[in-house]
């Protein structure tokens, strides 16, 4: 999940870009937090589209995506041209442009495959709201709790994924979803100890003892 390393990533940009360029330019630690905003959204289009290309018919969904996608350019310009926008707003009109074209995205390709938007909006969107929603409160609080160092980037860093871990499970996650991954868990560990019983009857074989 791209919200595992966003959400750190978001909070504590100051943090990773100063150890990374040492001097921060103006507006980078925006552009990352907007970038990153933007990118988790787009995977909101990818079953979407994996969609699409399996039904076949693809020049209307095509036409329609690639011209409100490409409308971000002229706005975008305009918006600085006329108004004098400062340049984080090019990556809002990025990331409004993309919820509408996510909206379009639906309106297309959902009737294709038998899914109301109901149905799309409450088994996909509700649960991966309710995770970032609910992952991002603790982490954003100590983020504006504690003092700003290499100890509390860990610390916030850590807990972001954790958190994030134990919110898709618990929240995201329907029961049969989370049945399956103990049961993965639960083989993968099977395998695990397979194979040490495996490497110490090899090592005990070959040491002779």
Not at 34 to 45: G, P
Not at 157 to 184: D, F, H, P, Q
Not at 203 to 209: D, I, P
Request: hydrophobic fraction near 55%; proline fraction near 4%.
């Amino acid at each position: 999940m791209l919200l595992l390393l966003a959400l750190p990533l978001m909070l504590e940009a100051p943090m990773v870009l100063k150890l990374w360029l040492g001097i921060v330019p103006e507006h980078t630690v925006n552009f990352l937090r907007l970038i990153l905003c933007s990118s988790m959204i787009t995977t909101l289009s990818y079953p979407l589209v994996v969609s699409v290309h399996a039904t076949g018919d693809l020049k209307r969904f095509q036409l329609v995506e690639g011209t409100m996608l490409l409308s971000i350019v002229p706005i975008a310009y305009m918006l600085l041209k006329l108004f004098g926008i400062k340049p984080e707003y090019v990556f809002c009109v990025h990331i409004i442009v993309e919820l509408f074209t996510q909206f379009a995205r639906m309106k297309i390709v959902l009737p294709m495959i038998a899914m109301r938007i109901g149905d799309y909006l409450k088994d996909v969107v509700v649960p991966i709201l309710k995770v970032v929603f609910i992952a991002s409160v603790l982490p954003l609080l100590l983020y504006v709790c504690l003092d700003k160092s290499i100890t509390s980037f860990f610390i916030v860093s850590i807990i972001s994924m954790l958190n994030v871990t134990l919110v898709a499970y618990c929240v995201g996650c329907t029961s049969s979803e989370r049945k399956n991954i103990k049961s993965l868990i639960l083989s993968k560990n099977r395998v695990i100890d397979y194979v040490s019983i495996i490497s110490k009857n090899y090592l005990s074989t070959f040491t002779g003892q």
